[in-house]
Every structure is written in C-alpha cells, then in structure tokens.
C-alpha cells in the first residue's frame, strides 16, 4: 500500500530544519585562510581611521589664513619649504607664508589646516601662487572620518568577503576568529546511475547530482566528502549511511525518498532511530524532499530529480549549514521582479521556477530558463535566480510581480551603461 503523506508548507518546512540546526563552534585562524568564513565576534575598530590628519591629493600643505583676500588680480604667493611623501612627516611646523609640498596620504604637518591641489596653482622658483582663499580643513581627510577608534563595524554572523578582510587588515588582525565549517556527506542512490566516465548504457544515465550538490556546496565554501554512488540496496545503503554520519557533521543523499518500490531512504532513517522532520512539502520542484535528524546531524534526502535536488538543497540544505556557522543573514537574497514569460499552469503547490534575470528598460524581469520539470537538467544551468510563483488556482502572466530569490553571482553582463 502506497503511504499517504501530509505535505506541510515550505516555510513550514523550512523552521524545522532552522530549529534543528546545532552550532559548531568557533576556532582562530590566519587572516588570509578566512575569506568566506563566518564572523564570531563582532569587528570593533581598534583606532580611527584614518588613524592622522592626512592628504587626499597631491599638492601643497598650507596655512589657509595665508590665502585669505585671495583672487585673480590679488595672487597669494607661497614659499615651498619641503617635501612630505606618503610615510613621512614634516620635520618643522608651518610659519606664515610657508607650504610644504605634500603627496596623497601623507601627514598633514603641524599648523598647516588646507591643502591646494597641485592643478589649483602655478608654480615659481622657490614656490607657488593660488587665486582663490581656503577655508580652514579644505582638503584633508579627517582622522576617523571613515572610522572612529570603538565603533562597532561588522557584526558577528556575517560572512568574510574581501572588504571585509580589508577592514580586519586595516586592524592589524593577523589572527580571526571564525565559525568552524562543517563537512558535509555527499551520497547520490539510484542501480540506474553511472559515473561522469561511463558510456551511457540502456535504462542508465550519468550521475549528475552528486556532482551538482558539490558544486552547491564550494559555492559556498564547504568541505565535503564524496560517498559517490550506491545502487538501491537497503543493507549497503544503510552501512554507507551510518558511515557517513560517523566521518561528517550533515548528510545529503539524493535519490530514494519517494514512495517507489527501491526507494529505501525512509527505511533507513527508521532503522538508524532518525527522526523525520517532514517527508512531503507543498512544493514544485520537490515535494517528497525529506530532512531527518540525528543527534546533532541532519540528513537531507533530496529528490534525485535534477531540478529538485538543486532546489532543496537551497532553501533547506543552504541556509541550515550556514547557521551551523552562525551566520545572520542565511537565506538567499530575494528581490521583487516582472515574470518574462507567461506560466499559465496554476498549482496548488509553491512553484520554484528555475529562471534568469536581466535589467532592462522596463526594470527587473526573470524569465523561466526553459524546461522545467523537476527532472530538468537545462535550466538550473541557465538559469541565475529561482521565481517562487505562490500556489493557488490561478496562472500567472508575463509581466506580474514576482519574488525572485538570486543564486549566485557567476553570470556576469556582456556590457555595461553606467
Ligand atoms: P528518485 O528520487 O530516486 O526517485 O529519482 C527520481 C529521478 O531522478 C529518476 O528519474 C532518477 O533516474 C533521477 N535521478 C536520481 N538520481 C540522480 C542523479 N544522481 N543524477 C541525475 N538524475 C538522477
Ligand atoms: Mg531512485
């Protein structure tokens, strides 16, 4: 007898997974191993920034009450007494009438308050004038302008990009401390399976979700362990399982959690003791997607069907591992854009169409990437966003609004207008 399943909604589904996700902890490394990693304390400036009164261009430090009267006809003339390059400073005060040549960055000496650029001058032997009078601060970056010394920058939970390690370097900290990453398993089931070497065969075809899911993975900087292929074997399955979960902190399988003869993944939760946090969700692509959890580690069973598996892995798998790490902001970036293309087709389900989105004159639109049935290969490639079409009974038409939630960011413009 075929099992009835109570779906229950994606949001549903999606605070379960949330609420059964175990931190791991956190652990100290050198600043260029953390690109990627997760923030576990706060970024608090250490001093301001600029941390000295500082040149923003090339040209000549002065005291601005020498240029008051300043115009045309009335040229203030000023004495060049020096040089100060990025790195050095002035050995001696300004006094009346003196400027000290001074290059980007550099310290602004002492009683000097404006700087004149280089184009705002002409040059004469021993010096300088200037047409125009300058106010006290013109021309000099602040210090702490950018950054005051105990300012909270970068909250914890945030993910190190490279502006971010700019921000850490600027500090001096040679050292971070990150959330640890989990490893995760990666299993793909299904006797009709072959290896990405193998000649297609009769009834076979190649694994591509194994691979996908990897890919899914290092995109966003996770370690994972291959556990390849098994055929459906309840007793082999099982072991491999169980192995899995010693060697890694979260399992993915894919394949085998529907309600076909071979599909052996519920068995063996049951038989592991795993508790199932649901095994229907009111979603397409997707829908038998199963979580299950054990201990501390959760084990997603994704469709095997090409288009679902992508799918659940990001709204269930994605934003649980990155709160394994404490990371604040887990889910993908979701924006509001004008449906492409008609999709007529009204489900009593949550759609997640794997789609492409563009700028144009008439503002964001996402377009549905081609075929997209869960067991479509074609468009998770082409597409770079996934439009959640709400369910209920009716179609919807080129030109709506819809959400849109953004992957990641390989697809680039071919030109730009800016
Ligand atoms: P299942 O979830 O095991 O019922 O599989 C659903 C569909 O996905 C079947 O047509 C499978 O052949 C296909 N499939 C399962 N695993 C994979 C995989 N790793 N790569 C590509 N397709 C798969
Ligand atoms: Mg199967």
């Known amino acids: 007898m075929v099992e009835i399943r109570k779906p229950i909604q994606v ?14 902890g956190t652990e100290t490394l050198p600043l260029e191993d953390t690109y990627g990693r997760v923030l ?18 090339d040209g000549f430090a002065i005291r601005a009450e020498d240029s008051a009267g300043a115009s045309g006809t009335d040229r203030k003339a000023f004495h060049v007494i020096g040089e100060i390059g990025a790195g050095h400073v002035a050995d001696r005060p300004l006094e009346r009438g003196e400027s000290f040549r001074i290059m980007t960055g550099a310290l602004i000496p ?25 106010e006290t601060g013109e021309n000099i970056s602040r210090q702490g302008e950018d950054m005051r010394q105990g300012e909270t920058l970068i909250e914890a ?27 995760a398993g990666v299993l793909s089931t299904g006797t009709e399976l072959l290896r990405v070497t193998d000649e297609l065969e009769p009834g076979k075809i190649r694994n591509s979700n194994g691979p996908m899911i990897n890919a899914q993975l290092t995109r966003i ?24 979960l010693e060697e890694t902190d979260l399992l993915i399988t894919t394949g085998g959690v529907s309600v076909g003869d071979y599909d052996y993944l519920p068995k063996i939760y049951e038989s592991l003791g795993a508790e199932v946090l649901f095994n229907k969700v009111a979603m ?10 054990l201990g501390n580690k959760l084990l997603f069973g994704l469709s095997g069907n ?29 924006i509001q854009a004008k449906l492409g293309d008609d999709f007529k087709k009204a ?36 597409g770079n966003c996934i439009i959640v079409l709400p369910s209920g009974t009716r179609g919807f038409e080129k030109g709506m609004s819809v959400d849109v939630l953004l992957l990641g960011t390989e697809q680039g413009a071919e030109c730009w207008e800016l």
């Open 11 to 24: 949001a549903e589904a999606v605070e379960r997974v949330m609420n059964n996700v175990h931190k791991l």
């Open 110 to 134: 002492e009683q000097a308050d404006a700087v004149v650029m280089l184009e705002q001058t002409v040059e004469n032997e021993g010096g300088f004038t200037l047409r125009k009078p300058f």
């Open 284 to 293: 397409r692509p997707g829908s038998v997607t199963t979580v299950a959890v």
């Open 306 to 334: 090409p288009s679902a598996c992508f799918t659940g892995f990001e709204l269930f798998t994605r934003p649980a591992i990155l709160s394994m790490m404490g990371c604040t902001a887990p889910y993908m970036p979701r």
């Open 221 to 244: 900087g996770i370690d994972y362990k291959s556990y390849g292929m098994m055929e459906d074997d309840l007793s082999a399955c099982t072991e491999i399982v169980k192995k899995a």
């Open 40 to 57: 576990a304390a706060p970024i608090i400036a250490k001093h301001d920034v600029p941390p000295f009164d500082r040149s923003p261009y």
């Open 157 to 183: 939970g945030t993910i190190i990009h490279p502006g971010t390690i700019a921000l850490l370097a600027t500090f001096g900290y040679a050292e971070v401390c990150v959330a640890k990453r989990p490893i």
């Open 347 to 382: 489900n009593p389900f949550t759609r997640f169409v794997r789609a492409s989105w563009s700028m144009t004159n008439e503002g964001i639109i996402a377009t549905p990437a081609g075929f997209n049935k869960s067991s479509a290969v074609s468009s998770i490639a082409r």
